[in-house]
């Protein structure tokens, strides 16, 4: 361990080991001001979760990241004591929580800190209010790229496809809303979001086996086989029995599933793309100060559409 610290250290500039000693400092100094604060003020003092806050900053900046996490529950817990469960403040606790946990990887902690940070802001907002949209477009964030990137689930699993189709109706009603205030930018950010789970279902529904479909059709069906075998006095007889086989029409009738929720992604992705087209011909002044985004992303929708139409042509081929 001390050998691995001396290579990181000569791997650093001397601007950044000064600053990586003044980071070290800082935290000493914090967490002998907090001991004190502790055993002047006792372990329950309200003043204790600022300072709590701070040191857990200073810790993540020094990546040390699960000391980090357990400073910002500290605060978290003693923030909860002192002003409730729901107050404000514990918004920044929050991010210090899902920052340090996401540094290591834990991914369901960092969900469940994602959720609580969105609990919190909603109940500030009403629903479909600027400040609400915002926080649900944070939350939306990390929904995707936990779906990008499977930290949660398996890749094309039921549940996770589920969720997706829940945010594409959430977010379908939060652009009707953001239509009626007028609110362009924050239309166009729905928009982007609608693109974005429209893709990242079609992405796991091209990864679900046939097995992974529910259909009325039986997977599989009783069969008749029969065969000649010998009857140990030098001929043969016909011996017949029932098994269990694999029923092709199961198949068929997966693939159309699959086709079928394609087809559908493919429609709600043209009806983004030409929601945002529409909204950029309103909003000529919005589409030139941000050409090149919008245009990024008009382009990638044509790419997944394309996308879209290969695999529907594909899987309309018979391949058994």
Known sequence: MQEGSSDQQQALTPQQIEQRQQLQRDADALSAQLQTHINQLGPYDPGLAELQLDLGQTLLSLERYEEAADMYMQALQISRINDGLYDDRQIAILQGLIDAHAALQQWTRVDDFVHLRFNLQSRRHSPGSTEYVDALLEHADWQLQASRYSLLDRPGSDALIRRLYDMQDTYRQLLAAAQERGNVSQQWSIL?????????????????????FDSAVPRYVMQTVCRMVSDG????QRVCWR?????????HSAVNQRRNQLERVRISLRDTQRDMQQLLAANPGFAVENAEQTNDQLQFIERTQQELQRELRRSSLRDW
């Open 233 to 236: 006095n030098g001929g043969s």
């Open 192 to 212: 982007q979001v609608l693109a974005a789970t429209d893709t990242e279902i079609a992405r796991h529904v091209s990864y679900q086996s046939a097995m992974s």
């Open 243 to 251: 098994e269990r086989v694999s029923n092709p029409d199961y198949y």
